[in-house]
């Protein structure tokens, strides 16, 4: 049986700190929470939901995706490369992490902009009310996430690395549950 208070078990293994923890849990929640709300408002019309998600771009997002998993990869690799000492490396993987954070929002705000484009907003469908909503929230924790890599970049210690790659990797981990469910699921 293990004992939460000793060091090499429970909540003080966990890599990094355990309130950057306790924000990742409570943001895997709130995201979370969305989903479900999302997916009982489409049972309420299936076919509604169909036709709106027709307007979205599945190739922009899979582009997005694959920049997103790429990051956080990058990410974990800044990790590894700063428990082998080598700050400089360091810097240039939490770096390329950071502009493909920054060439996901650009993308998504291009995304963004073909739908106002054409008149799609908030109040065009429920479905574009949580398109926003998630995907917006999401946004916002990419530039939060870029932050971070730009504080840890900035003090590479191995706890600031830990911390903040987890906050990043929580990132890509809600946008693989995001593109799946509102982008490609019928």
């Known amino acids: 049986m293990s004992d939460d208070t000793d060091p090499e078990t429970g909540f003080y293994a966990l890599p990094g700190d355990l309130m950057m923890w306790i924000l990742i849990i409570s943001e895997l929640i709130v995201f979370g929470a969305g989903l479900m709300a999302f997916m009982a408002v489409r049972l309420t019309d299936p076919q509604g939901f169909t036709a709106a998600q027709g307007h979205l ?3 922009a997002a899979g582009i997005n995706t694959i920049v997103l ?3 956080g990869w990058l990410a974990a690799l800044a990790q590894r490369a700063g428990a082998a000492g080598q700050v400089a490396r360091v810097r240039l993987l939490l770096a390329s992490a950071a502009a493909l954070g920054a060439l996901f929002l ?3 705000m291009q995304e963004y902009a073909a739908k106002s484009a054409i008149g799609i907003d908030f109040e065009t469908h429920p479905f574009f009310t949580f398109y926003y909503l998630l995907t917006g929230f999401h ?6 996430g870029i932050v971070i890599l730009a504080l840890v970049g900035w003090k590479a210690t191995p706890r600031n690395l830990e ?3 987890a906050f990043w990797h929580m990132v890509d981990l809600v946008w693989v549950l995001l593109f799946p469910i509102i982008y490609l699921l019928r």
């Open 69 to 71: 998993v790429t990051s």
């Open 139 to 144: 946004a916002l924790h990419v530039v939060a």
């Open 106 to 108: 650009w993308i998504k």
């Open 57 to 59: 771009d599945a190739t």
């Open 163 to 165: 911390v903040g790659t």
